[in-house]
């Protein structure tokens, strides 16, 4: 019992010794740290500390310096900006594009052609029928159709001819109309021709033919103008003599037949 106890103190004392002398090296230590730093810790001032400022992350552009109507001028790069061009400059197309064609003007079309003017009817310019008639008796009816396109007049009266005669029949002078007949395209005209007497006195110079011809008088009534016409006959031909007379040209039928 004694023994043991021998031995613990003799642990405590060491363990006590060992710990003096550790802390006696912990304070030498500790005294030479603050006598190496301390001065100089006291001599610095305190630094205030400066915020941190990232740089930025995406890239940076260099201005440039544009040239304006102002008078101030933007820092950075040098390059001039394009003069815009004036406001009555025409752009021109782009390289290998065809410039736009203009139209070339359209010629007017031409005034449609005035009808013809007024003139004598004549063979070219009329269609001439010839028609025997049963009333009156031995009579014969001319109608002249105007065929052209403008209208035509029919001056006087038909100068006619049958067969081989010579001369001309006289016309019927009480027949006259009061006005020149006038023909629009389309319309006709009429004259009545008498063939021979009513009664036969005058048979004795008389004989059938189967052909006439139709000439036209211009404005004096006199002179044949343009060209003649030679209507139809029935197949057995007309019988005429010497009492053979014509009418003036009526406008109407009627006024023709009257005769």
Same mark, same amino acid.
Request: glycine letters at 10%.
């Given at each position: 019992?004694? *023994?043991?106890?021998?031995?613990?103190?003799?642990?405590?004392?060491a363990?006590?010794?060992?710990?003096a002398?550790?802390?006696?090296?912990?304070?030498a230590?500790?005294?030479?740290?603050a006598?190496a730093t301390?001065?100089?810790?006291r001599a610095?001032p305190?630094?205030?500390?400066?915020?941190?400022v990232p740089?930025?992350t995406?890239p940076?552009?260099?201005?440039?310096?544009g $040239?304006?109507t102002?008078?101030g001028?933007?820092?950075?790069s040098?390059a001039?900006?394009p003069?815009?061009?004036p406001?009555?400059?025409?752009?021109?197309?782009?390289?290998?594009t065809?410039?736009?064609?203009?139209p070339?003007?359209?010629?007017p079309?031409?005034?449609?052609a005035?009808d013809?003017?007024?003139?004598?009817?004549?063979g070219?310019t009329?269609k001439t029928t010839a028609a025997?008639?049963n009333?009156? *008796?031995?009579?014969?009816?001319?109608?002249v159709?105007?065929? %052209?396109s403008?209208l035509?007049y029919?001056?006087g009266?038909p100068?006619?001819?049958f %067969?081989?005669?010579?001369? *001309?029949p006289?016309?019927?002078?009480d027949?006259k109309?009061?006005?020149?007949v006038?023909l629009?395209?389309g319309?006709? %005209?009429?004259?009545?021709?008498?063939l021979s007497s009513t009664?036969?006195?005058?048979? $004795?110079?008389?004989?059938?033919?189967?052909?006439?011809?139709?000439?036209?008088?211009?404005?004096?009534?006199?002179?044949? *103008?343009?060209a003649?016409?030679?209507p139809?006959l029935p197949a057995?031909?007309v019988?005429?003599?010497?009492?053979?007379k014509v009418?003036?040209?009526?406008?109407s039928?009627?006024?023709a037949l009257?005769?």
């Open positions: 019992m004694s *023994v043991r106890t021998s031995r613990t103190r003799l642990i405590t004392a363990a006590g010794v060992a710990l002398a550790l802390s006696m090296t912990a304070c230590d500790s005294g030479n740290i006598t301390g001065p100089s810790l610095t305190s630094v205030a500390s400066t915020p941190f740089a930025p995406g940076t552009t260099a201005p440039t310096t $040239t304006g102002g008078t001028t933007s820092s950075g040098t001039e900006a003069t815009p061009a406001r009555d400059t025409v752009p021109k197309p782009a390289t290998g065809p410039a736009p064609k203009t070339a003007p359209k010629t079309a031409a005034p449609p005035p013809a003017q007024p003139g004598t009817c004549t070219s009329t025997p008639l009333r009156p *008796v031995n009579h014969l009816l001319l109608t159709t105007n065929t %052209g403008g035509c029919l001056y009266y100068a006619v001819r %067969g081989e005669a010579q001369s *001309v006289p016309v019927i002078e027949s109309p009061q006005a020149v006038t629009q395209p319309q006709s %005209g009429y004259a009545s021709v008498n009664d036969g006195t005058d048979n $004795t110079d008389g004989h059938t033919t189967t052909t006439l011809a139709v000439h036209f008088h211009g404005p004096s009534g006199t002179e044949s *103008v343009g003649g016409v030679n139809s057995t031909g019988y005429v003599d010497d009492s053979l009418t003036y040209w009526q406008q039928m009627d006024d009257s005769w």
